[in-house]
């Protein structure tokens, strides 16, 4: 007997397209007065959420808990801006609390997990998903049915939005999904995740932690630039469209000729990874922080990889091509950090996922994803002059 993807005794494993799409309107909806789920917001294991139509500044974050959000909002609230139209500007340094467009409807057995969207991340928007009754951020509990919030703060550059703006996105997942240490080996023995440059690194070049994952390095050397830094005193960015500003006016490059920079706390870098990675079809990946004690760091607000992310196949569906190096948000804190190449700065943690997707990450879609990406800024950045 055949089960469904929200069925509690299918195996743990996180929805891919066709089961998320079976599931709107249902476990995800539309909340009230909200349009239809798009398609186009469906991603081969996540679907991307929207944002209602204001935006609620606040005095500060905090946990919804006991108290219902819309308590906390009359007692922390000041200023609703409304969304519809031209959009507001968030400002550099404030907290905003804003309704999503989407509910849940979770059944039995199938929970939700939050993070930001690539874009989100890159602009260093922070945020966070509250969900009403539940003391913890970022996640939904089984057999949770209601509404969701997304906290936003603006952290380099202010920021205008719209309603409708993807900031975020969610992945329902059965059960414990990831895999063990064991399993990942075995995996990577047959299809190699990561390489240097053009070459496949061995199974015993690249560094297995103890719960599931691969510890990963930044490259600095053979960049230039390495990196960037937010400028500090911009202009407002544009998040909703794509390449309407010239970095130069909100970026300052980072060089590293002998392999290493000095970061200066609390200003925000972009780095990419020294491995170029490839996620297989039947998995999907989440980048996480090391201990920090190897590092001082913030890193990674938008960890997220779908199934896909990196892989070419041949014409008879061979795995090809040598993986796309991940992007990494990086906020030093409290004293300046010495950075090296090849330094370990996350870790991938890989997951089973319901099978296949239709649709691998990048693919079917005119607008841009960053299937090809290198050092790339956000797609309101128009690409950096050479």
Same mark, same amino acid.
């Given at each position: 007997?055949?089960?469904?993807?929200?069925?509690?005794?299918?195996?743990?494993?996180?929805?891919?397209?066709?089961?998320?799409?079976?599931?709107?309107?249902?476990?995800?909806?539309?909340?009230?007065?909200?349009?239809?789920?798009?398609?186009?917001?469906?991603?081969?294991?996540?679907?991307?959420?929207?944002?209602?139509?204001?935006?609620?500044?606040?005095?500060?974050?905090?946990?919804?808990?006991?108290?219902?959000?819309?308590?906390?909002?009359?007692?922390?609230?000041?200023?609703? $801006?409304?969304?519809?139209?031209?959009?507001?500007?968030?400002?550099?340094?404030?907290?905003?609390?804003?309704?999503?467009?989407?509910?849940?409807?979770?059944?039995?057995?199938?929970?939700?997990?939050?993070?930001?969207?690539?874009?989100?991340?890159?602009?260093?928007?922070?945020?966070?998903?509250?969900?009403?009754?539940?003391?913890?951020?970022?996640?939904?509990?089984?057999?949770?049915?209601?509404? $969701?919030?997304?906290?936003?703060?603006?952290?380099?550059?202010?920021?205008?939005?719209?309603?409708?703006?993807?900031?975020?996105?969610?992945?329902?997942?059965?059960?414990?999904?990831?895999?063990?240490?064991?399993?990942?080996?075995?995996?990577?023995?047959?299809?190699?995740?990561?390489?240097?440059?053009?070459?496949?690194?061995?199974?015993?070049?690249?560094?297995?932690?103890?719960?599931?994952?691969?510890?990963?390095?930044?490259?600095?050397?053979?960049?230039?630039?390495?990196?960037?830094?937010?400028?500090?005193?911009?202009?407002?960015?544009?998040?909703?469209?794509?390449?309407?500003?010239?970095?130069?006016?909100?970026?300052?490059?980072?060089?590293?000729?002998?392999?290493?920079?000095?970061?200066?706390?609390?200003?925000?870098?972009?780095?990419?990874?020294?491995?170029?990675?490839?996620?297989?079809?039947?998995?999907?990946?989440?980048?996480?922080?090391?201990?920090?004690?190897?590092?001082?760091?913030?890193?990674?607000?938008?960890?997220?990889?779908?199934?896909?992310?990196?892989?070419?196949?041949?014409?008879?569906?061979?795995?090809?091509?040598?993986?796309?190096?991940?992007? $990494?948000?990086?906020?030093?804190?409290?004293?300046?950090? $010495?950075?090296?190449?090849?330094?370990?700065?996350?870790?991938?943690?890989?997951?089973?996922?319901?099978?296949?997707?239709?649709?691998?990450?990048?693919?079917?879609?005119?607008?841009?994803?960053?299937?090809?990406?290198?050092?790339?800024?956000?797609?309101?950045?128009?690409?950096?002059?050479?």
């Amino acid at each position: 007997m055949q089960t469904s993807p929200t069925d509690p005794d299918s195996a743990p494993s996180i929805l891919v397209d066709r089961d998320l799409l079976s599931s709107l309107g249902t476990v995800l909806r539309p909340g009230p007065g909200a349009p239809e789920i798009a398609r186009s917001q469906v991603q081969p294991a996540s679907v991307d959420l929207r944002l209602g139509q204001q935006a609620h500044r606040i005095r500060a974050g905090f946990l919804p808990g006991r108290v219902p959000v819309e308590e906390r909002l009359a007692t922390l609230g000041s200023v609703a $801006l409304d969304l519809n139209g031209d959009g507001a500007v968030l400002e550099k340094g404030l907290v905003y609390l804003i309704p999503l467009e989407e509910e849940l409807a979770l059944p039995p057995g199938v929970r939700a997990r939050f993070n930001p969207r690539s874009s989100t991340g890159r602009c260093d928007l922070f945020t966070r998903v509250l969900v009403p009754g539940h003391p913890r951020f970022d996640e939904a509990p089984e057999g949770y049915s209601g509404p $969701l919030w997304l906290e936003v703060s603006p952290l380099s550059f202010p920021v205008r939005l719209h309603r409708g703006d993807r900031l975020c996105q969610v992945r329902l997942s059965r059960g414990d999904a990831s895999l063990t240490t064991d399993e990942l080996r075995a995996i990577y023995e047959d299809t190699p995740l990561c390489f240097d440059g053009d070459r496949p690194l061995g199974v015993d070049e690249v560094r297995f932690d103890h719960a599931g994952g691969l510890e990963m390095r930044v490259g600095l050397a053979g960049r230039d630039p390495a990196g960037w830094r937010a400028a500090p005193h911009t202009a407002a960015v544009r998040f909703a469209e794509s390449g309407v500003h010239d970095p130069a006016e909100f970026w300052e490059a980072v060089h590293a000729p002998k392999g290493h920079c000095i970061l200066a706390p609390g200003s925000f870098y972009l780095f990419a990874s020294r491995e170029r990675l490839r996620i297989p079809p039947h998995l999907a990946a989440e980048m996480l922080p090391v201990d920090i004690g190897i590092g001082e760091l913030r890193n990674n607000y938008a960890g997220f990889f779908d199934n896909g992310f990196g892989w070419e196949e041949d014409e008879q569906g061979r795995p090809a091509g040598c993986g796309t190096p991940a992007v $990494l948000e990086v906020r030093a804190h409290d004293v300046p950090f $010495l950075v090296e190449d090849g330094q370990v700065f996350f870790r991938l943690q890989f997951f089973r996922t319901d099978g296949r997707p239709d649709q691998l990450y990048g693919m079917g879609r005119s607008g841009g994803s960053y299937r090809g990406q290198d050092l790339t800024l956000a797609r309101a950045f128009r690409p950096p002059a050479p």
